[in-house]
């Protein structure tokens, strides 16, 4: 009978993917996070010391948090239960509470409760949590690819401590590799399977921190070779075709790299803006989406210092709808160099910003009389227009000292040009106009000239 059950378990385990086989049983197989679990880390201490806590796995896929949330439970001979927040919902959490609750009264034994995707629960499923945690029923562990700040409700993150999870690095995964192939019972070991140094390190590469991308890879290239056989690069071609690197549109990754990208443009940096928007159309980003980025940052980084700048995005949003994929790909690389190495400044963001906090902080105010149009004999009976002053009747086309504000802001100096490219010019321009308000009569309007006007608008 016990024969027939060990069968049973071999069998059960021949058919699970090579990435649940080689799921580590021990901490000390557990490959990865040494910023957490290594020697006088955190989380190992408060393993060694057995004070186990609520707490939140926070990174990208395959960086092993199912698999540390078993073996912690492990550690500290607590029962693990599992939930998906795909497929789970408060009758889930309830029936795990409750064998929670009797298991701790009847056998004393704690349990962990591991919840995955943790961030797809709504505030009230997540708040179902909250008394079990707190009187100690559960030992929480939710895990997530999101940022909890966004994604879960204050009163949880307050019960729970948030690890950050990072991808394995190529050595890493490396190890993780090695240990499939030489592992006899639940690896690759029967099958010695050879595969050199350049081999490993391009399915490494291409797993992209992904520990289970890289068993997976793995396995599908053992499948296509006899036991004894070599995994060479006609093999990994096969296998690699149409792995793209990690991208998650609308998640963290998504955010992370369009920011590096807008971070690049406006610290001058052409090499890297094109690295990172070549990162993101490699991950599958929509080239029409970056296409608007660039216009947004032509305006709020770039402005007046080069106008082109705007003009040129325009038309790369433009040439990439026309073009579509993969030409239009290089007039955005084409805009994004130009945007880098454009001079810089932020003088219209600002300004705009300004006026926005005045407009929200100020009452309404009226529009000045002289500067209202009067297309009708009663508007021009109340005024409307009076003493307007056409500047193209003044000298050098500018009414020196009018005013075009509500008399209450009227001395505002929103714009402020930066000192770099066009706006030098800009701003000497403006210096001289002010100049000339100031030397300009005391009284708001000069006499000649009204004459002139014509009534023209």
């Known amino acids: 009978m016990q024969a027939d059950l060990n069968e049973l378990e071999d069998t059960s ?135 909890p700040s966004f994604e879960l409700n204050n009163a949880l993150l307050s019960r729970a401590r948030t690890y950050v999870l990072k991808s394995l690095s190529d050595e890493e995964l490396l190890q993780v590799l090695a240990a499939a192939l030489a592992d006899a019972d639940r690896g690759l070991g029967r099958r010695a399977l050879q595969l050199d140094e350049a081999a490993m390190s391009r399915l490494a590469a291409t797993a992209d921190g992904d520990a289970r991308r890289a068993l997976n890879l793995l396995e599908i290239a053992s499948d296509l070779v006899e ?119 932020n003088a219209v963001y600002m300004a705009f910003n300004d006026v926005q906090a005045d407009i929200a902080a100020q009452p309404s105010y009226e529009v000045p009389e002289h500067l209202r149009n009067a297309p009708t004999r009663l508007m021009k009976d109340m005024q409307y227009g009076a003493e307007y002053r056409y500047a193209h009747d003044e000298p050098g086309s500018y009414a020196a000292g009018e005013n075009y504000f509500p008399e209450p802001l009227k001395d505002r100096q929103y714009y402020q040009p930066g000192s770099n490219g066009l706006e030098l010019k800009i701003a000497e321009k403006l210096a001289h106009l002010r100049t000339l308000d100031a030397a300009s009569p005391t009284q708001r309007y000069a006499k000649q000239g009204r004459a002139s006007s014509g009534g023209r608008k």
Not at 38 to 63: C, D, N, V, Y
Not at 97 to 118: I, S, Y
Not at 293 to 313: C, F, H, K, Y
């Open 227 to 345: 036991d004894g056989g070599t995994v060479d690069d006609s093999i990994l071609d096969q296998v690699l075709q149409g792995f793209s690197r990690r991208f998650d549109k609308g998640g963290d990754v998504f955010y992370e790299q369009i920011s590096a990208l807008h971070k690049a443009v406006r610290g001058s940096s052409p090499d890297a803006a094109l690295y990172w928007m070549v990162r993101m159309l490699d991950g599958g980003c929509d080239p029409v989406y970056v296409a608007r980025r660039l216009v947004r940052m032509a305006s709020e980084d770039i402005g007046n210092a080069d106008p082109r700048a705007l003009q040129l995005a325009m038309n790369a949003w433009d040439a990439q709808t026309r073009l579509g994929s993969p030409e239009g790909e290089l007039v955005l690389a084409q805009a994004v160099i130009y945007l880098a190495a454009a001079p810089k400044s």
């Open 13 to 147: 385990l021949a058919s699970q993917p090579l990435a649940a086989r080689m799921r580590p049983r021990t901490l000390e197989e557990y490959i990865g996070q040494s910023h957490i679990m290594g020697a006088g880390k955190p989380l190992r201490q408060a393993l060694e010391r057995g004070a186990l806590h609520s707490m939140i796995f926070w990174g990208p896929p395959g960086t092993g948090k199912t698999t540390l949330a078993r073996l912690i439970a492990q550690r500290a001979d607590a029962a693990f239960e599992s939930l998906s927040a795909v497929l789970s919902g408060v009758k889930d959490i309830r029936a795990a509470v409750d064998r929670a609750r009797v298991r701790r009264q009847q056998h004393g034994r704690a349990t962990l409760l591991f919840v995955d995707e943790v961030h797809r629960f709504n505030k009230s499923q997540q708040d179902a949590f909250l008394p079990h945690i707190e009187d100690g029923t559960l030992i929480f562990v939710g895990a997530t690819t999101e940022n």
